[in-house]
């Protein structure tokens, strides 16, 4: 069970880390990053802190 908490946070950060990459770049008015759109990287933030929080969520449920 801690294999979840972990992978939650280590999934959250780095989605917030990539989030926060994206929105710089995009803001500095660089569309692309390393091949990738600024959108879809900021996409794949989101999701990977969806998956973190969802891995989070089942940890705290089968807490006892």
């Known amino acids: 069970m801690n294999l979840l ?3 939650g946070r280590i999934a959250g950060v780095a989605g917030a ?3 926060i990459v994206s929105v710089a770049f995009r803001l500095r008015g ?3 990053i390393g091949g990738f759109q600024a ?3 900021l ?3 989101a999701a990977a ?3 973190g929080c969802f891995c989070l969520l089942v940890w705290l449920t089968r807490r006892t």
Do not use: H
């Open 49 to 51: 802190m969806i998956f």
């Open 30 to 32: 660089e569309y692309w």
């Open 17 to 19: 880390l990539l989030c």
């Open 5 to 7: 908490l972990w992978l």
């Open 43 to 45: 996409q794949a933030g």
């Open 39 to 41: 959108g879809t990287l």
